[in-house]
């Protein structure tokens, strides 16, 4: 059984293999992917995974592009949890660039029920009973997440705040999660960590963009906190995980002058840093998607 892995392995990992996929994942229009772990039967327990392309477990590969791999969050926090519960199998909807409205209405995946949003609902209701835990990241791709802006970019998309669209969004599709789940069933969403802190490395300017962006990118999570609590689920801290507000610990990477902490975390959990063509890249590599199941097991455990 694989464990969390160490924060020190950047390794990019391989994608998911075809045999574990019920339907492939979507860059674009495509196939919503739905991933389990062993065959349905008697007994089991389900975790079922939503959201975004952090719940695929997307990283970039060596020529750029963004794919699906097996070390995502929900793989990483699934190997932990299975180790006590071996009758737990994993469910894994999750699709590349969903937003908020998205996941309720359809576009970016296709579902046999609709939208990511009427398949969870559907497999909730056809599990009622037995599914153990939720977990959902989204809202990155949504405007004024200040996540999406183009690396470097001297002008946050975000400047004007989160849109209140987004908290609207979420806060209907908690709703319907948990009446087809039930009361009992745990739901845990996330923060997002702040991908815009690599524009410190960006010229004498980037330390005061990489300060506004990250003040803008907290906003923003602050207004996804206040819906997932409003709604009894559970938060991930993830923001906090990849320390994004410490601008005074200072690290030094390998090869690199020192940075804020932040920065230097930043570069050694995702692609954002990484040169040409791979970079840069938002997307987690494998030790930092380890970062997000730590925190997303901690909430779960509260």
């Known amino acids: 059984m694989r464990r969390l892995l160490p924060v020190r392995t950047t390794a990019l990992v391989a994608a998911v293999p075809l045999a574990v996929l019920l339907a492939t994942a979507c860059a674009g229009s495509g196939t919503g992917a739905q991933t389990t772990a062993g065959r349905p039967g008697p007994g089991l327990r389900y975790y079922l995974a939503l959201g975004d392309s952090l719940a695929r477990g997307v990283q970039a590969d060596p020529a750029g592009r963004s794919i ?6 929900p793989d990483q926090l699934y190997a932990t949890l299975r180790r006590a519960e071996p009758d737990l199998r994993l469910v894994k909807l999750g699709c590349p660039g969903e937003t908020t409205i998205s996941m309720i209405n359809g576009r970016h995946c296709r579902y ?3 939208s990511q949003l009427d398949q969870a ?4 209701r056809g599990h009622r009973g037995r599914v153990q835990l939720i977990t959902l990241d989204i809202g990155a791709n949504d405007p004024g997440s200040c996540f999406t802006n183009p690396v470097p970019d001297p002008a946050p998309s975000c400047t004007a705040g989160p849109v209140p669209a987004t908290g609207i969004n ?7 999660l948990r009446a ?12 997002y960590y702040v991908p815009e802190l690599a524009q410190w490395r960006a010229g004498p300017a980037g330390p005061a963009t990489a300060r506004r962006a990250t003040r803008l990118a907290l906003a923003f999570n602050q207004v996804l906190d206040r819906v997932y609590h409003a709604h009894g689920a559970g938060v ?8 994004s507000a410490d601008f005074a610990g200072r690290a030094r990477p390998p090869g690199a002058v020192r940075l804020p902490r932040n920065v230097a975390d930043v ?4 692609w954002v840093c990484a040169a040409p063509p791979r970079g840069p890249n938002k997307h987690p590599n494998a030790a930092g998607y380890a970062v997000i199941a730590r925190a997303f097991l901690a909430a779960y455990r509260g």
Not at 121 to 124: D, E, G, H, R, Y
Not at 180 to 191: D, I, L, N, T
Not at 267 to 270: F, N, P
Request: with cysteine; charged share 10%.
């Open 68 to 73: 699906p791999t097996r070390y995502g969050y």
């Open 112 to 114: 046999p029920a609709g």
């Open 121 to 124: 609902v559907a497999f909730l």
């Open 170 to 176: 979420l806060a209907s599709i908690l709703s319907r």
């Open 180 to 191: 087809a789940a039930g009361a009992q069933v745990p739901v845990v969403g996330m923060s």
């Open 236 to 243: 991930a801290d993830v923001a906090a995980a990849f320390r």
């Open 267 to 270: 570069c050694a959990w995702t």
